[in-house]
C-alpha cells in the first residue's frame, strides 16, 4: 500500500514584539498565501486522512485558513503539542504511532525541523521550506511504524509563489 505525507510549513508569521514565540499569529500575507497554496491544493489531489498540526498560534491558523480554502471540514485536524519545538525524532515517533488504516497525512509544522523531516525521509536534500511551502513524499509498502530514515521517496515541492 502507497502512503502519502505531505509537509507543510506555517503560513508567514508577525513578528514575536515581546509575544511569547507559541503566541504569535499569522500576518495578512500569511494569510493570503496559505489560501493560495489551498486553491493550488484543491487541483492536486490533496485529500489527507488527518492533518496533524502544532499547537502554535501560527500553526493552527494555517491549518484553519486552509481546510476553509479547501472546503474541508475543521474535524480533520489534529492539534499536537508535540510538534511544537518537535526533533526529527519526535516528528518520526509521531509518524510512527499513525493506525495503518490511515492512508495519507499532513503535518503542519515549523522549520528547520520540518524541512530536516522531509530530507531525513526522503534522503533528498530540499534546503528550506518557505513559509506556506509544501513537501510531498510517497511511502511503498510500509506500515507507519515502519517509516524511517531514507524509506521515503520525495515527489515535490510547491510554493504559492512558484
Not at 480554502?69 to 499513525?98: F, P, T, W
Request: with cysteine; proline share 3%.
Amino acid at each position: 500500500m502507497s502512503r502519502k505525507i505531505y509537509l507543510i510549513r506555517h503560513s508567514y508569521a508577525e513578528e514575536s514584539h515581546g509575544k511569547r514565540d507559541i503566541d504569535r499569529k499569522l500576518t495578512l500575507e500569511g494569510q493570503s498565501t496559505v489560501r493560495a497554496l489551498g486553491r493550488y491544493l484543491i487541483n492536486q489531489n490533496f485529500n489527507p486522512d488527518i492533518i496533524l498540526c502544532s499547537s502554535s498560534v501560527r500553526t493552527t491558523e494555517t491549518a484553519v485558513n486552509l481546510v476553509e480554502e479547501l472546503g474541508m471540514n475543521e474535524g480533520i485536524i489534529d492539534y499536537k503539542e508535540v510538534i511544537y519545538n518537535a526533533s526529527v525524532r519526535e516528528l518520526l515517533e509521531v509518524l510512527n504511532e499513525i493506525p495503518n488504516e490511515i492512508k495519507s497525512i499532513a503535518i503542519i509544522g515549523h522549520n528547520p525541523t520540518i524541512t530536516f523531516f522531509g530530507e531525513y525521509l526522503s534522503g533528498s536534500i530540499i534546503g528550506n521550506i518557505e513559509p506556506s511551502g509544501i513537501v510531498t513524499i510517497e511511502i511503498e509498502k510500509l506500515k507507519w511504524e515502519e517509516i524511517s530514515q531514507g524509506t521515503g521517496i520525495f515527489v515535490n515541492y510547491y510554493h504559492p509563489s512558484h
